[in-house]
């Protein structure tokens, strides 16, 4: 009797489990049939799909075991079909061309089956068979016959070994039909890859024979362009051709007449060439009278500081001059008589260079009330200018004396005098900014500045550093410092270098300059940092010593000459006597210690002036920080001006008289010749 739809898909199931348990898969292709497609049968492929009830019996027994041994696959179970339904309706059908592929591969790309109950999980060790469809179950024997129940399991296991053994040998022809077909993949996809190998190749062939095609084509349009594009090429040039025959009738005309102009020029050039050459015979002759010219110019130069600086020591290595100050308004009018200017030498167009002071001694005065007599002091100087003289006038007068140091000889200038006599007026100037009252520093930068680019002309390039520093109480101070820098580090006089003769300041600042608008910025500058007081004699005095020192360098590089020496322009603080009365406050007792101060340097630099007068061979530069600072411009090297400031007060009378008998002293000194620092 055959089987039944229901029977045949629970053997397929039952089978399929098997061999997923026991056969690997996956390895090649299969020549069985896929699921749902139609293959004719033989009689006995049929009776393998289509067995007896009772084999299939035997086999759901021995799926049963086997699911009982590994219990990680549920056992798949047998569910009833609806009514009507056959398996069938539920394996959809495919059509295609009908192959033979391997079991396995239809195994396991068939589509999943339809959902069925799921059985609950069996506790291990005890196994529940499937119902087994057309076998009678045994009723259940009672519990107190135990040999019926022995006998039952007895032939249960007989019939599950029964199964083992036919599902063996199931599985054994099933891995000889795996491994046919196996074989038969491999034929197959040998002979693939070999078709696909040859399909590549002749594909490859095609599509080189179309490029070639492609390409052949492509040239044989280029080369039609090409024909075309010459073919207009030579029309364009057979038309050129004609163009350029025209043009060559008219360019042999032209020709001829550029021919004749040539000749014409080759006769001009002949006739310019011989101006040139005449010209330039007298440029070479121009150029060495220049050159002689020069050479002239810098002896006749060279000459000029020769007799400038011998009109110097003519007039004297040490000057000094006296000037008068006016009176101021607010004072008392000198009496007639008190300050006398004798004419010079030549008369009254001669400047003088005498004055004479008259005095009444008190002391000496009659018991019968009768004037004192008067004392004459008379006292001859380099050059003195009286109440009226006017400061172009004063710098003209030491103009020379500037321009030697520009010449490289170190120059000192000084403005002594009491507090009150116009010192400062005469180095600095008078307030404001009118250029009449200009005193010798702005003039003296200015004519050095002048003169510098004069001598621009003649090879020479010059250049200034300027500072500005005081000496307070002995110590130094820098008068160009600028916020922070005020009362940093302290200023101490010390060398150059080591070896070097020449003197610097340290934590002072050097400024070049170059325009007379920067020396006026320092001198601002420095008029707000100096050191002032009031005093008896002036509300506000100068208490120190300040010193304007510029450093001059020339060159000529095309002679290989050098020059260079300092200018100082010194205003020295006023000088007074010591008045230490018994009772004196504070303040009084610091413009004593100031005095004190003022009166030593200004001893120390008449010893100094007396020492290098009489030769000897200690100078006491070193005594003070004044003569320690100047002592490169104070030697037989260097040039010293003195101005002596008096004022025409009869008050000041004793003061005048200090002054100027500590003017003649200097005046009468006389110092070594100068020599220039050149290189």
Not at 208 to 235: A, H, K, M, N, Y
Not at 362 to 374: H, K
Not at 395 to 418: H, K
Not at 450 to 475: D, H, K, R
């Amino acid at each position: 009797m055959p089987a039944s739809p229901r029977m045949e898909r629970s053997a397929l199931l039952e089978v399929k489990e098997n061999v997923d348990l026991n056969t690997p898969l996956g390895k090649a292709s299969s020549r069985l049939p896929l699921p749902g497609s139609r293959l004719k049968r033989g009689p006995e492929q049929m009776e393998n799909v289509l067995e007896p009830a009772k084999k299939r019996t035997r086999i759901q027994g021995t799926a049963t075991k086997m699911n009982i041994t590994r219990p990680r696959a549920p056992p798949l179970s047998t569910a009833p079909l609806p009514q009507g339904q056959t398996a069938a309706q539920k394996i959809p059908k495919r059509t295609g061309p009908r192959c033979s592929t391997a079991f396995v591969t239809v195994l396991k790309n068939q589509k999943p089956a339809p959902a069925v109950p799921a059985v609950p999980a069996q506790k291990p060790g005890t196994s529940a068979a499937p119902p087994v469809v057309g076998v009678k179950k045994p009723g259940k024997r009672p519990a107190w016959d135990l040999k019926g129940q022995l006998c039952d399991l007895n032939a249960e296991l007989k019939r599950c070994r029964e199964k083992t053994q036919t599902l063996g040998q199931e599985n054994q022809q099933l891995r000889d039909q795996l491994k046919e077909a196996q074989q038969q993949a491999k034929t197959l996809g040998t002979e693939r890859s070999t078709l696909k190998e040859e399909l590549v190749r002749v594909q490859a062939q095609a599509e080189q024979g179309q490029q070639e095609l492609g390409s052949l084509s492509t040239r044989v349009l280029e080369l039609e362009e090409r024909l075309g594009t010459q073919e207009g090429l030579v029309q364009a040039l057979q038309k050129e051709q004609l163009e350029l025959q025209e043009e060559r009738k008219a360019l042999a005309t032209r020709l001829e007449e550029q021919e004749r102009r040539l000749q014409t020029s080759e006769a001009a050039l002949s006739s310019s060439q011989a101006e040139v050459a005449s010209l330039q015979q007298e440029t070479a002759a121009q150029a060495t009278l220049l050159a002689e010219r020069g050479d002239r110019l810098h002896g006749l130069e060279m000459e000029r500081r020769r007799l400038h600086n011998q009109l110097q020591e003519l007039k004297g290595n040490i000057r000094v001059f006296c000037r008068v100050r006016p009176v101021l308004t607010g004072e008392p009018s000198p009496s007639p008589g008190f300050l006398l200017f004798p004419p010079g030498p030549a008369g009254l167009s001669d400047p003088p260079t005498r004055l004479t002071l008259s005095r009444s001694d008190d002391r000496r005065g009659t018991l019968s009330g009768a004037p004192a007599p008067t004392t004459r002091h008379d006292f001859s100087f380099d050059r003195v200018f009286p109440p009226g003289s006017r400061q172009d006038e004063v710098f003209e007068e030491i103009s020379m004396l500037v321009q030697s140091a520009l010449d490289g000889y170190p120059v000192c200038i000084f403005a002594y005098g009491q507090t009150g006599s116009g010192k400062t007026f005469t180095m600095e100037g008078g307030p404001g900014e009118d250029p009449q009252l200009e005193g010798l520093i702005p003039r003296a930068m200015r004519h050095l500045f002048s003169v510098a680019q004069e001598l621009s002309g003649q090879g020479w390039t010059y250049s200034f550093v300027a500072s500005y520093v005081e000496i307070y109480n002995e110590t130094v101070r820098d008068l160009l410092a600028t916020g922070a820098r005020k009362g940093q580090g302290v200023c101490e006089i010390r060398r150059a270098g080591p070896g070097s003769e020449e003197l610097t300041v340290t934590n002072a600042r050097y400024v070049p300059v170059s325009c007379e608008k920067e020396v006026e910025t320092l001198l601002h500058l420095a008029r707000q940092n100096r050191a002032v007081a009031q005093t008896a004699q002036n509300e506000r005095s100068s208490r120190s010593h300040s010193v304007f020192q510029l450093q001059i360098s020339g060159e000529h590089a095309a002679r290989g000459l050098q020059c260079g020496a300092p200018l100082n322009l010194v205003d020295l603080a006023g000088s007074e006597r010591l008045d230490s009365g018994p009772a004196l406050g504070p303040g009084e007792r610091d413009r004593l210690r100031e005095t004190q101060a003022i009166n030593s340097s200004l001893s120390t630099l008449g010893l100094v002036i007396m020492a290098l007068s009489n030769k000897e061979s200690h100078v006491p530069y070193r005594n003070s920080k004044l003569t320690y600072l100047l002592q490169n411009s104070l030697g037989g090297s260097a040039k010293m001006l003195m101005f002596v400031n008096i004022s025409p007060l009869e008050e000041n009378v004793s003061e005048s008289l200090n002054s100027l008998r500590f003017a003649s002293k200097v005046n009468q000194c006389v110092i070594g010749t100068a020599q220039a620092n050149k290189k």
